[in-house]
């Protein structure tokens, strides 16, 4: 409940500060974008991972909101793969950024860092944030429906493709914990239409 009421006393705020705000970021992604900065400041990773991903939503070139995504991929869950996606966006969104040098040697180390073995496409690698990640991000759009079951059962879930990157597809956040507890690491996810992960 104080969560809720801070958030909200922050928002009457940056509302009544609106105008002092440059850029071409609407003011509803900056609103997100600063919840999910105390999200992140409290350790709530998986509320800041949504958070920044609304913002991106709502405005996909938000430099700050990358930033901060890839910052709460990392520290959350390290999930190298889809910080460094987001650090390098971030880097290309901002040009001139001050601390450019420092983001560009932390991609360096995480791609250093990440594993030179892809995982299989449409298989489930794990949980970020109550959403299902899954390996390859060819083979999904965004909006597609995903069954996912073990190899041979009937699907456990079936979830919309929310984000998809260039190895990997993040789905819609679960909220079912029973739902989410079903799926394991390696469990398949293929289109709804029947159709398999491209190959």
């Not at 009544?16 to 900065?37: F, H, M, Q």
């Not at 609304?54 to 709460?72: C, I, K, M």
Request: aromatic share 8%; glycine share 10%; charged share 20%.
């Amino acid at each position: 409940m104080r969560t809720r009421h801070g958030l909200a006393s922050l928002a009457v705020a940056v509302l009544l500060a609106g105008s002092a705000w440059g850029g071409d970021i609407p003011r509803s992604a900056r609103l997100v974008k600063d919840a999910g900065n105390q999200f992140l400041a409290a350790k709530k990773y998986a509320d800041a991972v949504d958070a920044y991903l609304q913002a991106l939503q709502l405005s996909p070139r938000f430099a700050e909101a990358h930033y901060n995504l890839g910052v709460s991929f990392l520290k959350g869950y390290q999930a190298n793969g889809l910080a460094l996606h987001h650090f390098s966006e971030y880097l290309k969104l901002t040009p001139d950024a001050s601390d450019r040098e420092s983001v560009e040697a932390l991609v360096a180390a995480l791609r250093a860092r990440l594993d030179p073995v892809k995982p299989e496409r449409g298989r489930v690698i794990g949980v970020v944030a109550g959403r299902l990640l899954v390996g390859g991000g060819d083979w999904a759009r965004v909006g597609d429906r995903l069954e996912v079951a073990a190899q041979g059962q009937a699907p456990c879930a079936v979830l919309l493709a929310d984000y998809t990157y260039p190895d990997c597809v993040l789905t819609q956040r679960v909220w079912d914990e029973r739902a989410l507890e079903a799926v394991k690491p390696g469990f398949v996810a293929v289109a709804a239409a029947g159709g398999q992960p491209a190959q």
